[in-house]
């Protein structure tokens, strides 16, 4: 890890804090703060990864808004595209049914709240509502997300070991997975790195046929732990994201003792009960992302052997927004 690092405590000092959510950085990056995660990125790490653009080659890593129809989380319906015209030579057009998660996206901060102790920093859950802007996806977008990106590809580590990824099926990818992915691949993980992670998921739902998607039990992804949310934060990630459905593998670990059995289901969509979701997004202020296009930028990290890039993306400036498309390049 680089020693050039913001002077945060470490996760076991934040899990004995009683000044804050036991786990938690609220308050560490000033007592305003929303951006979580995102304040590792500073001018210096956005000019290394500037330094990092060898041969200009360019990758979008959006996927097209109706990617994923139906959606996996059962609650979006397709964005409805349409054109009009004021006259013969004009053109204009508007969508409907716009989800702003239904495809490659970014998770604002207000995306999901903590059950005990609320939404990041402690803000109200008066404030999370159309028209105010606490922990809105504006404020991504004004921050700007520029840096280094680190590809970890677990089909090709994991293939490489001879131990593959099984789509269609659960698998938890750990912290010790992730260090020996980094060494595989010869990527130094350093503070203020945006962490893609490919698991294959997003080309595989893409490609599989009704029955095998019917057939499907879960996907892999970063495992359910403390340590994994230790990783990640010592590492000083500020953004992580996956081609999968979740960043996370689905279903959740049971015995990761984070599953509370007294929590009742919801009346619709996916339960987050279990999930990463919450230490990540409600309780450190990581942005993360889900769904992203990771197989050609993967491909070409194969065939040069560099897994480092500068990363851009520029989510809507939609204020109080809750998530966005990521609008996200990788440049090489």
Sequence with gaps: MSSNRP????????????????????????????????????????????????RGRVFNLDYPLNAFVPSLAGTRPPTEHHIFAN???????????????STSQVDGLRHIRHPRHGFYGGVADTEIDVGKPALGIQLLAEKGIVGRGILLDAVRYFDSVGDPLVQGRPRGITPSDL???????GVEVRSGDILLLHTGFAEYWRNATPEQRAAHAGSPGLHQSEDMVAWLWDHQIALTAADNGGLESWPVDPGSGWVDPDEPPPPRGPSHNGMLHRPLIALLGMIIGELWQLHELAEDCAADGVHEFLLTAKPLNLEGGVGSPPNALAVK
Excluded: C, I, K
């Design 87 to 101: 006259n013969p030579n004009h053109r204009d057009d508007w969508v409907d049914s716009f989800y702003l998660q």
């Design 179 to 185: 260090d020996d992915m980094a060494r595989h691949f």
């Design 7 to 54: 002077a945060v405590p470490r996760y076991d000092e934040l899990r004995q804090r009683t000044d804050a959510p036991p786990g938690s950085s609220w308050q560490l990056f000033g007592p305003d703060d929303q951006l979580g995660t995102l304040n590792f990125l500073t001018p210096r790490t956005a000019l290394d990864g500037t330094a990092l653009v060898r």
